[in-house]
């Protein structure tokens, strides 16, 4: 069996980066992994601080979103490595997500994003499903 998560209502909601479980990175504590992960595309200190305070993950992705600000040149070969570091710090902070993510054995976890084909599995499952493949990976690690 595939587990699928995506919005805050469903089950599994804890794998979101949306999920409400703040993470400690680069001495600052950010609200939520959402947070962390915007703020970093940018070079920029006020605006990621900006990102960093933001109250909903929702608004910390809008921020993230704008192209009025350069991307850091090296987003592309660096994203993935860094969504990692935060999925890791997140699991392994909290028991809860630590605990279902850990009962979910060797079944595959599927970000059900529809829009997005690179982090999720989009609309027809096509997609590369970068973060599910991120938090196999840290499940095993955490059994290590």
Not at 26 to 44: L, N, P, S
Not at 47 to 57: S, T
Not at 74 to 96: G, I, P, Q
Not at 117 to 125: K, L, V
């Amino acid at each position: 069996m595939t587990i699928y998560f995506y919005a805050q209502t469903d089950p599994y909601a804890e794998f979101s980066n949306f999920a409400p479980y703040g993470v400690e990175m680069q001495g600052q504590w950010w609200r939520t992994v959402e947070h962390y992960f915007q703020a970093q595309k940018f070079h920029d200190a006020d605006y990621r601080e900006k990102i960093r305070k933001a109250n909903r993950p929702k608004d910390a992705k809008a921020l993230g979103m704008t192209r009025k600000l350069p991307l850091r040149t090296d987003w592309e070969e660096v994203k993935d490595t860094l969504m990692l570091e935060a999925v890791r710090v997140k699991f392994r902070t909290h028991e809860a997500p630590r605990a279902l993510l850990l009962s979910t054995g060797a079944q595959e976890i599927v970000e059900n994003a529809p829009m997005d084909y690179y982090w999720g599995g989009g609309q027809d499952g096509t997609g590369l499903n970068r973060l599910g493949q991120i938090l196999m990976q840290v499940r095993d690690e955490l059994r290590g």
